[in-house]
């Protein structure tokens, strides 16, 4: 894994997330609308890839989808567990 991050994202992400959106036509795979390439971040409706299994396989096309931003981000990492449901605790 990079770790260009900090500085930005690498040449090799940008190749394969441009791959992604072009093989999913700029469609989002979450809510099937259209992702307008015109529209840069931070825009909510802008281009996103979302990794289906969180980075568990790393930056594999064959894991990962064309989403708009904030489809992506409702989602969140499929890795992480919800939040467990509150339980009652004993008044002090």
Same mark, same amino acid.
């Given at each position: 894994?990079?770790?260009?991050?900090?500085?930005?994202?690498?040449?090799?992400?940008?190749? /394969?997330?441009?791959? /992604?959106?072009?093989?999913?036509?700029?469609?989002?795979?979450?809510?099937?609308?259209? /992702?307008?390439?015109?529209?840069?971040?931070?825009?909510?409706?802008?281009?996103?890839?979302?990794?289906?299994?969180?980075?568990?396989?790393?930056?594999?096309?064959?894991?990962?989808?064309?989403?708009?931003?904030?489809?992506?981000?409702?989602?969140?990492?499929?890795?992480?567990?919800?939040?467990?449901?509150?339980?009652?605790?004993?008044?002090?």
């Amino acid at each position: 894994m990079s770790t260009s991050w900090a500085g930005g994202s690498t040449r090799r992400w940008r190749r /394969i997330r441009e791959a /992604i959106l072009a093989r999913d036509g700029w469609i989002c795979q979450l809510c099937q609308h259209a /992702i307008d390439p015109r529209l840069s971040h931070p825009h909510p409706r802008s281009a996103h890839v979302h990794h289906l299994d969180g980075k568990v396989y790393g930056d594999d096309p064959d894991r990962m989808v064309a989403t708009h931003r904030e489809c992506n981000l409702k989602v969140g990492d499929p890795t992480k567990a919800p939040d467990p449901e509150p339980r009652p605790m004993t008044a002090w």
